[in-house]
């Protein structure tokens, strides 16, 4: 027996330019159908869910062994249509749209929207339309969400390193780095000022590079897999052999990357730029800074008001009922979950501190 219902579907109304959303601001949108005959429904709802999840696989000789964890943040059901007093509601043909209101995202430190090859951070709002007898009609769309701009201190906070190494084999004499950032936290799209100061005390020229590159965490079961890839590498001019110099260079963060993930207790997203000198046979000497990516700023268009939300509403009168079918009042939002260990805590993950040792 055919459906009477098709092309169910779910979507959401941006709430600004670049169509994301962050803890506590309000997500609308409507479900939306075609009958193909009158039909009774009992209930209509829809359901934001965020949630986390990592799954990878390794091989222990003969034995494959797969690592799976997941992480729930929040799960919000409001009815658009609900069953009252065992009566159910009889649709027509021209009834094939219902536009909900006023969900809003738990305000809760969330994580960012992120997708990868071992992992995802996944925010979706999910449509349910119930009918006495027959299969459930679902349909599920996906929204990104970008954790709001990270205010602490250590964020601004510049870094130094320096390093003096001699050289062997081939070269003579040594070579010193001294390499300052003026702070952690970057913008997607902003640029880093590096400024190097380089000794070059050694019998050979040597260049100065510079790499920014990002690293995946994912953990599950007492396991670590880490995932490291090159964002972008430059390469400044080549200083003289026993000569000095003091070098700045912009490295611009592409606006493409993804956001620093840093509270998810099973994904991290980080970054970090390594400045290293180019010595021909020898080690190269190397110095690496924990990088933060923010959001891009947005400016106004990020700002969500009280008038936008009130004008929206006013927008989507409802033909089934009285006086419009709506969500009336938001859920008492849950108590924000623990917040996630730090890095400490896993006995294999770098505090802001100490960070070079291991890329």
């Given at each position: 027996m055919s459906s009477s219902v098709k092309n169910f579907t779910v979507g959401y109304n941006p709430l600004n330019k670049s169509n994301t959303f962050s803890s506590g601001d309000y997500l609308m949108g409507q479900v939306t159908f075609e009958l193909t005959n009158e039909c009774e429904v009992q209930s209509l709802f829809v359901k934001l869910?965020?949630?986390?999840?990592?799954?990878?696989?390794?091989?222990?000789?003969?034995?494959?062994?797969?690592?799976?964890?997941?992480?729930?943040?929040?799960?919000?059901?409001?009815?658009?249509?609900q069953e009252s007093m065992g009566k159910l509601m009889s649709f027509n043909l021209a009834q094939c749209c219902n536009h909900f209101k006023s969900c809003k995202i738990p305000v809760q430190d969330l994580p960012s929207s992120f997708k990868a090859s071992c992992g995802k951070i996944?925010?979706?709002?999910?449509?349910?339309?119930?009918?006495?007898?027959r299969m459930d009609s679902k349909a599920k769309a996906e929204f990104t969400l970008i954790q709001k701009r990270n205010t602490d201190p250590v964020l601004m906070s510049p870094q130094q390193?320096?390093?003096?190494?001699?050289?062997?084999?081939?070269?003579?004499?040594?070579?010193?780095?001294?390499?300052?950032?003026?702070?952690?936290?970057?913008?997607?799209?902003?640029?880093?000022?590096?400024?190097?100061?380089?000794?070059?005390?050694?019998?050979?020229?040597?260049?100065?590079?510079?790499c920014l590159y990002r690293k995946y965490s994912y953990f599950a079961n007492k396991k670590r897999k880490v995932e490291t890839k090159d964002i972008l590498k430059e390469e400044g001019e080549a200083?003289?052999?026993?000569?000095?110099?003091?070098?700045?260079?912009?490295?611009?963060?592409?606006?493409?990357?993804?956001?620093?993930?840093?509270n998810c207790n099973i994904v991290k997203v980080e970054y970090r730029l390594r400045v290293y000198l180019d010595v021909k046979y020898a080690s190269d000497p190397e110095v690496k800074f924990h990088i933060v990516i923010l959001p891009a700023l947005e400016g106004s268009d990020n700002q969500q008001s009280s008038d936008f939300l009130t004008s929206e509403f006013?927008?989507?009168?409802?033909?089934?009922?009285?006086?419009?079918?709506?969500?009336?009042?938001?859920?008492?939002?849950?108590?924000?979950?623990?917040?996630?260990?730090?890095?400490?805590?896993?006995?294999?993950?770098?505090?802001?501190?100490?960070?070079?040792?291991?890329?």
């Open positions: 869910k965020g949630k986390a999840q990592v799954s990878w696989t390794e091989n222990h000789g003969k034995t494959i062994v797969t690592y799976q964890s997941k992480e729930k943040y929040f799960s919000i059901k409001q009815f658009v249509i996944l925010y979706t709002v999910e449509a349910n339309l119930n009918r006495s007898m390193n320096v390093i003096d190494k001699k050289m062997k084999l081939f070269s003579t004499g040594s070579v010193a780095m001294d390499v300052s950032i003026a702070k952690t936290g970057f913008c997607q799209g902003e640029g880093i000022r590096v400024m190097t100061s380089i000794q070059n005390k050694s019998s050979r020229d040597i260049k100065p590079k510079y200083i003289p052999h026993s000569a000095g110099q003091t070098v700045t260079r912009i490295i611009t963060v592409p606006s493409t990357v993804t956001t620093s993930v840093l006013d927008q989507f009168p409802n033909p089934y009922m009285s006086g419009g079918m709506s969500f009336l009042q938001n859920p008492a939002a849950p108590e924000p979950s623990a917040p996630p260990p730090s890095y400490e805590t896993y006995g294999m993950y770098p505090s802001f501190t100490g960070l070079d040792r291991k890329p």
